[in-house]
């Protein structure tokens, strides 16, 4: 039986990106499980992931669950905002926004900035703390542009504006295994696993 992970989100987008690059390492991704929610104010991807993977952590002690558990924290950074939406990114614009809004009213800060100057990369750092209470760490990035305007209805948050460097369509026109190959959070993953010698 394969090892069995357990995330620290409930974001489906990202629940679905984790069990499918988990299993091509060998690896489970656990049930959803409630746990208390975190103030993400750490001030860092790496911190904010710290967090919450903490709060899941006491959670499966208190359970008497032993098993590794994980936490993401992402985001996009645009080079022409000064790195925004940044850490704030599931909040930018205000949380009662949905994501379409949220899409809209980015596009249109930077709706002056033109094609070769809308220069942006997602960023993702994962803390893992095992049965142990030994803490992991990894990263990854994925440079790319903001198109003009709302390309694709596949993934989740800021995917139809986000056009991968080297690519010709963005995270939403892919299909999952496609964004998989290219994604910030399959690279630190990776970095992830590597630092835990799985
Ligand atoms: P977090 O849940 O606090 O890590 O917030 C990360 C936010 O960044 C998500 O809600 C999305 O808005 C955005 N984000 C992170 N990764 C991706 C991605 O792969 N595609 C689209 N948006 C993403």
């Known amino acids: ?45 790496l911190g904010n992931a710290a967090l919450k993977a903490a709060a899941l952590h006491s959670e499966l002690v208190r359970l008497g669950i032993s098993a590794t558990v994980f936490a993401d924290d992402s985001g996009l950074e645009i080079d022409a905002l000064d790195g925004a939406p940044g850490i704030r990114s599931a909040r930018y614009g205000g949380v009662e926004l949905t994501w379409p809004q949220r899409r809209a009213r980015l596009l249109a800060a930077i709706a002056e900035v033109p094609a070769p100057q809308r220069s ?22 994925t440079r790319g542009s903001i198109v003009l305007a709302e390309r694709g209805e596949a993934g989740f948050g800021y995917d139809p504006l ?7 369509r963005t995270f939403a026109e892919m299909s999952a295994p496609e964004k998989a190959r290219a994604s910030h959070r399959a690279r630190a993953l990776r970095d992830l696993v590597a630092a835990m010698g799985r």
Do not use: W
């Open 162 to 168: 986000f056009l991968p460097d080297g690519e010709r």
């Open 1 to 45: 039986m394969s090892e069995c992970f357990f995330l620290a989100s409930t974001n489906e987008g990202k629940r679905a990106e984790f069990a499918a690059l988990l299993a091509e390492h060998g690896l489970e991704l656990g049930a959803s499980l409630p746990y208390p929610e975190v103030e993400e104010n750490a001030g860092d991807y």
């Open 120 to 141: 942006a990369y997602f960023h993702c750092a994962l803390l893992a703390i095992d049965e142990r209470g030994r803490r992991y760490q990894g990263f990854g990035e």
